[in-house]
């Protein structure tokens, strides 16, 4: 059999206009890239539309995997299923793709009052703890670049992902096998088709919307009850500070990378929703770095950036089917944790659409329902 290959513009329009995909995933972020690849390991045809020039949050996201968070110290919820998940599903993009996005790194956390080291006393006291903390440093004994008066606390199993690599690497992949389409989703072109949907040329029997904080935009899901916030970072390198590679938590982070540059971060704003980083938040975050940093240093910033987490109300993704129109689906809600989160609840949706395996019910969107 003869073995043409045909041009790449040729056999987009070719899929486009083909009748096989059952699954149209919108939105080609962290949960929408990998959503598709889920589907892919699974066999199942899919088609996956999403725009590289809309905003989006994976592009900004240290991907840091954060066992212990907050001001209460408290484990993250689900930590103990979620974080083998997720190290399994990058290990497994990591070596087909040649890339190398999955980076454990040690945390220390400082106190910031006596309050904090009573509480985090009593965290290692407790015995579901005993896997992410370890030990108490006495007040300036653990990192000398830094101020601590009151004392820090290691705490193990973090890591962070690299998401833009990883991101951008599935777009291509996808790309190349021409079912990816970067273009701007128009919510008003899907039309109801028989027991499916109809987007275009494109027929799918499922349509699963992975759209962050862009939901507002969807007619079918724009009520989904998301309480976004913008955060802001800060890529920087200096010529005096040198940081060990370690997640280092004051009042803001630091998150040093092997080239020697550093990552500051990150600002929360529920007020301020729009997509560019602002003066005030830069001066913020480097306020906040002369005030842990014991010397100081010239901080040079490389890059500052800015989006929206798609945060919940209940902290909890949102997955699952649209109460009323059977054919679409969502994924989001994923926060400020997708890092670790979209792993299994791409898992958890893929079971669901193929083997009609039931979603957990705290992440179902059911849960909203009456
Ligand atoms: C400053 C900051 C720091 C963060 N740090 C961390 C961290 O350390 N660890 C962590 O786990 N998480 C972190 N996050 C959160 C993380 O980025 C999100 O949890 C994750 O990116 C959510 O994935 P998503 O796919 O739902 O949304 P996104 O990553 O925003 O992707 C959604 C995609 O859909 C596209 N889209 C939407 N509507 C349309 C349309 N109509 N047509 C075409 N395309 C569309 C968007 O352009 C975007 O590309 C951070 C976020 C921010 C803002």
Redesign the pocket.
């Known amino acids: 059999m003869l073995n043409v290959r045909l041009p790449t513009d040729l056999l987009s329009q070719i899929q486009t206009s083909s009748t096989d995909s059952t699954h149209l995933v919108?939105?080609?972020?962290?949960?929408?890239?990998?959503l598709a690849w889920r589907l892919q390991q699974r066999g199942a045809p899919f088609r996956l539309?999403?725009?590289?020039?809309?905003?989006?949050?994976?592009?900004?996201?240290?991907?840091?995997?954060?066992p212990v968070t907050g001001r209460w110290m408290t484990k993250s919820w689900n930590f103990d299923h979620l974080l083998p998940a997720a190290e399994a599903t990058y290990r497994d993009i990591e070596q087909p793709l040649g890339l190398n996005i999955y980076h454990p790194i040690p945390e220390l956390r400082f106190c910031q009052n006596a309050d904090d080291v009573k509480r985090v006393g009593r965290r290692m006291r407790n015995p579901r703890y005993q896997d992410v903390l370890g030990d108490f440093h006495e007040a300036a004994h653990a990192a000398p670049q830094f101020n601590d008066p009151h004392g820090s606390f290691d705490i193990n199993q973090a890591a962070?992902?690299d998401?833009p690599t990883l991101?951008r690497a599935l777009r291509k992949v996808f790309k190349e096998q021409c079912l990816f389409q970067d273009?701007?989703?128009?919510?008003a072109q899907l039309k109801r088709d028989g027991d499916g949907w109809k987007y275009k040329a494109l027929r799918a029997d499922k349509v699963i919307?992975?759209?962050?904080?862009?939901?507002r935009?969807?007619p079918w899901f724009k009520e989904l009850p998301l309480k976004p916030?913008?955060?802001?970072?800060l890529l920087c390198q200096s010529p005096t500070l040198q940081l060990p590679p370690k997640l280092f938590h004051h009042t803001k982070w630091f998150?040093p990378y092997p080239d020697g540059s550093f990552r500051i971060?990150?600002?929360y704003d529920e007020a301020d929703l729009t997509a560019e980083p602002t003066e005030a938040r830069k001066n913020e975050l480097l306020d906040a770095a002369k005030g842990a940093l014991k010397a100081p240093h010239e901080i040079q910033i490389t890059a500052h950036?800015?989006?929206?987490?798609?945060?919940t109300v209940d902290s909890r993704p949102i997955v699952g089917a649209h109460p009323k129109e059977p054919g679409l689906y969502v994924?989001?809600?994923?926060?400020?944790?997708?890092?670790?989160?979209?792993p299994n609840m791409t898992t958890q949706l893929v079971e669901h659409l193929l083997d009609g395996r039931p979603l957990d019910p705290e992440v179902d969107l059911a849960r909203y329902s009456d």
């Open positions: 919108v939105g080609a972020g962290l949960a929408g890239c990998l539309i999403g725009s590289t020039a809309m905003p989006s949050a994976f592009s900004v996201a240290a991907g840091v995997i954060n962070y992902v998401l991101v273009e701007v989703f128009e919510h919307f992975c759209e962050g904080a862009a939901h935009a969807n916030a913008k955060g802001e970072t998150l971060g990150a600002t950036l800015a989006g929206i987490r798609p945060s994924l989001n809600g994923l926060g400020s944790k997708g890092a670790s989160t979209a």
